[in-house]
């Protein structure tokens, strides 16, 4: 059963573009959860997410940061014109559907370098 | 007030030894208790979670709980070179509340 998938693994970005994060839940999972680790940092949660629902984002940033989960595909973590600050790593969680949504997975990261 | 606090240590071993890793939390609503470990530079691996106050035990993996003075533990019994890695809690308020608030992490070493 092939767990938390996320891609890219890496990405590097200039000041002002757009990154975009994707995330595959493990297979039967229907809850996504975005989490940011910055250095000398614990993780940080961002958005809580079911399919074509968000559930959570209390710890999104206001402004150039969105995510969506549709209905078919990835969930993806969007931040637009990024800044030096957004470097750092992004992690996807997923739980099952159970309801126990204690009960996270994570996946492997994307680490974002914005030069 | 942060509302998880973990002491990030680091903490080094010598293999064998019984490992202990501690965090405390602030708020009394906080239900579900987690501990993550962590390689470098790779994602959160779920280690163990529980429920209520007491021990949960899972091969040389102790977790405790004491509710009452908001405490949580992770024993590590014949630490291994290979449980070389950052611990992290994470504590949640409810089974359907998604978010996990995480403690700092503690590097851990074990040396052979």
């Known amino acids: 059963n092939a767990g938390v998938m996320q891609n890219p693994r890496h990405l590097v970005r200039r000041r002002g573009q757009e990154a975009r994060l994707r995330c595959s839940p493990m297979k039967g999972h229907s809850h996504v959860y975005w989490y940011r680790q910055l250095p000398e940092e614990g993780l940080k949660f961002m958005v809580y997410l079911q399919k074509e629902n968000i559930i959570d984002e209390s710890g999104m940033p206001k402004e150039r940061f969105s995510a969506e989960f549709p209905k078919e595909g990835p969930s993806i973590l969007r931040i637009q014109q990024v800044v030096r600050g957004d470097s750092a790593a992004y992690f996807c969680?997923?739980?099952?559907?159970?309801?126990?949504?204690?009960?996270?997975?994570f996946g492997p990261g994307t680490r974002l370098t914005v030069t | 007030q942060k509302e998880v606090e973990q002491d990030p240590g680091p903490l080094s071993v010598p293999e064998g030894a019984i490992v202990s890793l501690n965090c405390t939390y602030s708020?009394?609503?906080?239900?579900?208790f987690m501990w993550y470990r962590q390689y470098s530079r790779k994602g959160p691996e779920l280690l163990m979670y529980?429920?209520?106050?007491g021990n949960k035990e899972d091969g040389r993996f102790t977790a405790q709980v004491d509710k009452s003075s908001k405490y949580i533990s992770l024993f590590i019994r014949d630490s291994q070179p290979s449980d070389s890695a950052t611990y992290l809690c994470a504590i949640n308020k409810g089974s359907t509340l998604g978010r996990l608030y995480f403690g700092r992490g503690t590097q851990l070493t074990v040396w052979p």
């Open positions: 529980t429920y209520s106050s």
């Open positions: 708020n009394s609503a906080f239900q579900y």
């Open positions: 969680a997923s739980s099952p559907p159970s309801g126990a949504t204690y009960e996270q997975y």
